[in-house]
């Protein structure tokens, strides 16, 4: 270890001419220096023997003090920062005493560089070319307390022999290139904190590499490219963790990482960036407390893999140019607390290869106009769930040929719908809620209201294929079309079972395929049906093997008799109990 001394640099006069070396104080006189002290006869003086010590045996205490290097080299403003660093030692500390300091320093050692008291390295003067203000070339290096400001290049950079790279309590403004811009040893660590970026050119903060990413408490605006920018190039299995960020018109996305394996975002306010407020390529994406306004693009663009885990929790999206969020794989995807509004697409989530996924949407609401949820591209056993959401303008659309689809406690109102190339010949269209399941697959829809799909077909609820469907607790009301859709041209014995619902100026429709189809309906009104504004002539038609309807009533109030149409299979049957067909009853 070093021998322990704090030099505060500048504080010892030069003599011209002479060479003063400020560690351990030991210096080369010149002539007249070594007049005064020398004998003025020319003789040398009597050595007097150490009290402790043999004078032949060379023990310590003859020994003069060592030129070391110190633990602490304090700088006061106007003094060399990059003599310091010659002069601490590796592991030691460097304090800028305040004031400004107009040089880049390059630290070539592991060590901390400290200001005090608002210590500022200030470029402005400099001809310096694209210099960054502060370089680090090796091991651990810590920066803190300290102010950048006015530098052609970067505010911080570093190459990757550093190891581990700690900034805290630092602001950067007006550099020419990133705020921060390092790369890291692969099994390296960077964890900044409390750092504020404002106008760089380049990105606010940029790391490559590094096992360990940990951004905290930053402050990031206006900056010329991404808020933060995290990436790999040689590190596998990097481990990301972005927390408490405020970024305010950044140029392009306000958070992106790219090639880690393990992110965690959370508490992110996003205001106007110019692309994606959050944007990640990883395997495990955690993203939590998110408030993104004007975000010229996605608002949250999330791109995983095939045994990827996805989980968004308490989203705010305003008005993204884009959709409010892309997710693009992952075999467990979960999105939970979002509000959305004005978006292209309020959720949307697709694959190009996974397979068997589980995708769960809870608790949200979505104002908009078009796909409020757009699930699609899945096959193989997987599993949607879409539960207490609410959409207003805005259509629950998921068409991928899900396995297992469950629909709970959803509210559309007002949405539009629109056409699109439907199976076979016939031009089906989107519907409030639409859900397109595999021949074999089991849906259910339960506690759902939707009132008032408007523009061609205009469909309440549209459910394509499905071995099992069981709609229940269902309201709908003043649709353009049919308040229930049912329709099948692959899947084999459908058993489909509607009950406890009620469908206000809208019809019932059910279209079974070839085989053993059943439908049973229980405990159902059909009011106030309207052939003006619904297609069909009756509240209810079927064509199925065989039909059961229990409890339920058609009310003749409307512009029709409220007669049905049942087309039952040739060895089928049609069973009616305690109903109201009409003006007849059972």
């Known amino acids: 270890m070093a021998n322990g001394k704090t030099t505060r640099r500048g504080l010892l006069g030069v003599v011209a001419g002479s060479t003063v070396a400020i560690a351990g104080c030991s210096g080369v006189l010149d002539d007249d220096e070594s007049a005064e002290q020398g004998d003025t006869d020319g003789e040398q003086p009597e050595e007097t023997p150490d009290e402790e010590g043999d004078e032949s045996t060379g023990d310590e205490g003859d020994e003069p003090e060592e030129d070391d290097e110190q633990t602490t080299v304090e700088v006061p403003e106007g003094e060399s920062i990059q003599d310091a660093v010659a002069d601490v030692a590796a592991e030691g500390e460097i304090r800028l005493i305040g004031g400004f300091y107009e040089q880049t ?25 694209d210099e960054a203000a502060i370089v680090a070339t090796e091991g651990d290096v810590s920066i803190t307390d300290l102010e950048v400001r006015n530098f052609e290049g970067d505010g911080i950079t570093t190459n990757s022999s550093v190891t581990n790279l700690t900034v805290t309590d630092v602001t950067i403004e007006d550099v020419g290139g990133d705020g921060i811009g390092v790369v890291v040893s692969e099994d390296g660590e960077a964890s900044l904190e409390s750092v504020d970026v404002v106008r760089s050119g380049g990105s606010g903060i940029r790391i490559i590499d590094g096992e360990s990413v940990t951004i905290q408490s930053v402050e990031l605006t206006q900056n010329g490219r991404h808020g933060i920018d995290v990436g790999t190039d040689l590190t596998r299995d990097q481990s990301v963790t972005v927390e408490d960020v405020e970024l305010f018109e950044q140029s392009e996305a306000g958070v992106v990482v790219v090639g880690s394996a393990d992110v965690d975002i959370s508490t992110i306010t996003a205001v106007e960036t110019g692309d994606s407020a959050v944007g990640v390529t990883a395997s495990d994406v955690s993203v939590t407390d998110v408030t993104a306004t004007e975000p010229d693009g996605d608002a949250i663009d999330i791109d995983s893999d095939d045994d990827g885990v996805v989980d968004l929790q308490t989203l705010d999206l305003t008005d993204p140019s884009g959709d409010g969020v892309d997710i693009l794989d992952g075999s467990t995807v979960t999105v939970d607390d979002i509000d959305v509004q004005s978006a292209s697409t309020g959720v949307e989530v697709n694959t190009d290869t996974a397979r068997g996924r589980s995708v769960t949407i809870t608790d949200g609401f979505l104002e908009l106009s078009g796909a409020g949820i757009d699930v699609s591209d899945t096959t193989g056993d997987d599993e949607l769930v879409v539960e207490d ?77 499905g071995e099992s469907i069981t709609v229940d607790g269902v309201e709908t009301a003043n649709s353009r079309s049919s308040g229930l859709r049912i329709r099948s041209d692959n899947a084999r014995g459908q058993s489909i079972t509607l009950t406890d619902s009620l469908f206000q100026s809208d019809r019932v429709d059910y279209f079974g395929s070839s085989g053993e189809d059943e439908l049973t309906v229980e405990r159902v009104e059909m009011v106030d049906y309207d052939t003006d504004t619904t297609a069909g002539t009756t509240p209810l038609y079927a064509v199925a093997e065989s039909v059961v309807l229990r409890n339920v009533e058609t009310d003749p109030t409307g512009d029709t008799d409220g007669n049905i149409e049942l087309y039952i299979g040739p060895s089928g049957e049609a069973v009616i109990e305690s109903s109201t067909i009409g003006s007849a009853s059972t």
């Not at 560089?113 to 003067?125: I, N, P, Q, R, Y």
């Not at 007002?414 to 699109?420: F, K, L, V």
Request: zero cysteines.
């Open 105 to 129: 320093v390059e630290l070539t050692k592991p060590l901390t560089l400290t200001g005090v008291d608002g210590a500022t390295l200030d470029g402005e003067l400099l001809d310096g070319g």
């Open 389 to 465: 959401v609410e959409l207003q303008g805005a259509r629950l659309q998921m068409t991928g040929n899900h396995e297992t689809v469950v629909v709970d406690g959803v509210t559309v109102t007002d949405t539009e719908t629109r056409a699109r190339s439907g199976i076979g010949s016939v031009d089906f269209g989107n519907a409030g809620v639409h859900i397109k399941s595999s021949a074999d697959g089991d849906v259910t829809v339960s506690d759902t209201t939707v009132l008032g799909t408007s523009s061609s077909p205009g469909r309440a609820i549209f459910v394509e294929e």
